[in-house]
C-alpha cells in the first residue's frame, strides 16, 4: 500500500504552487507557468506506474485481451 | 480517508493535482482489493467447470465483470474531474460495449429455450 505516495502527490502540488507563486512575484511569469505544468508532469508521471499495473491486473483477472 | 483531506487541501491551491490524487487513491482502493477478486474469480470458475456451463459463456461473464469495473472507474474520475458530459459518454460506450458482449450469451439461451418448448 503505497500511502506515501499520496503524500508525494499532494508534496508536490503544494511545491510547485510556491515555486510558481515565487517566480510569478520575481516578475517572471512565463518561468511561473512552466513551473506549473513541470509539477503537473512529475505528478502525472508519479500516478502512470500506478494505473499501469492497476489495469494490467484487472486485464490479467478478467481475462479482458 | 487522508486522500479526502489531502485533496480538499490541494483543491484550493493546485485543482488539477488534486484530481490526480484522486485517481491515484481510487486506483490504490481497487488495487488492495484485486488478490481477493483474484481468489473469488478462480474459485468462480473451478465451481463453473463442475457444473458443467459450457467454457465460453464463463468468459464472456468474466469480461463483462471487468468492463462494468472499468468503465464505472473512468466514469467516476471523469465525474471527480468535474466533466459530467465526458462521464456520461464513458459510460454509453461502456454499456455499448456490454451489450455487444452479452449478445452471443442471449442468442444461445433463446436458442435453448426454443428447442426445449415442443
Given at each position: 500500500?503505497q500511502?506515501?505516495l499520496?503524500?508525494?502527490?499532494a508534496g508536490?502540488?503544494?511545491l510547485?504552487?510556491v515555486?510558481?507563486?515565487?517566480?510569478?512575484?520575481?516578475?517572471?511569469?512565463?518561468?511561473?507557468?512552466l513551473?506549473a505544468?513541470?509539477?503537473l508532469?512529475?505528478v502525472?508521471?508519479?500516478?502512470a506506474g500506478?494505473?499501469?499495473?492497476?489495469?494490467?491486473?484487472?486485464?490479467t483477472i478478467?481475462?479482458?485481451y | 480517508m487522508?486522500a479526502a483531506?489531502l485533496?480538499?487541501?490541494?483543491r484550493?491551491?493546485r485543482p488539477?493535482?488534486?484530481?490526480?490524487?484522486?485517481?491515484?487513491?481510487?486506483?490504490?482502493a481497487?488495487?488492495?482489493?484485486l488478490?481477493?477478486?483474484?481468489?473469488?474469480?478462480?474459485?468462480?470458475?473451478?465451481?463453473?467447470?463442475?457444473?458443467?456451463?459450457q467454457?465460453?459463456y464463463?468468459?464472456?461473464?468474466?469480461?463483462?465483470?471487468?468492463i462494468?469495473l472499468l468503465?464505472?472507474?473512468?466514469?467516476?474520475?471523469?465525474r471527480?474531474?468535474s466533466?459530467?458530459g465526458?462521464?456520461?459518454k464513458?459510460?454509453?460506450?461502456?454499456?455499448v460495449?456490454?451489450?455487444?458482449l452479452?449478445?452471443?450469451?442471449?442468442q444461445?439461451?433463446?436458442?435453448?429455450i426454443?428447442?426445449?418448448?415442443?
Open positions: 500500500m500511502l506515501d499520496l503524500f508525494q502527490i508536490v502540488g503544494v510547485t504552487t515555486v510558481s507563486a515565487v517566480l510569478a512575484s520575481s516578475g517572471r511569469s512565463e518561468l511561473a507557468n513551473a505544468v513541470a509539477g508532469a512529475i502525472l508521471l508519479m500516478v500506478l494505473l499501469e499495473d492497476l489495469f494490467t491486473s484487472v486485464r478478467f481475462q479482458l | 487522508c483531506v485533496s480538499l487541501l490541494l484550493k491551491l488539477e493535482a488534486s484530481v490526480v490524487l484522486t485517481i491515484a487513491a481510487g486506483a490504490m481497487v488495487l488492495m482489493v488478490p481477493q477478486l483474484q481468489q473469488i474469480v478462480s474459485a468462480l470458475t473451478a465451481l463453473i467447470q463442475t457444473g458443467g456451463v467454457e465460453r464463463m468468459t464472456q461473464l468474466l469480461k463483462i465483470g471487468g462494468s468503465m464505472d472507474f473512468a466514469a467516476q474520475t471523469c471527480d474531474a466533466e459530467a465526458l462521464a456520461l464513458v459510460e454509453f460506450a461502456g454499456r460495449m456490454l451489450i455487444a452479452a449478445f452471443p450469451v442471449m444461445a439461451l433463446l436458442s435453448q426454443i428447442s426445449l418448448s415442443p
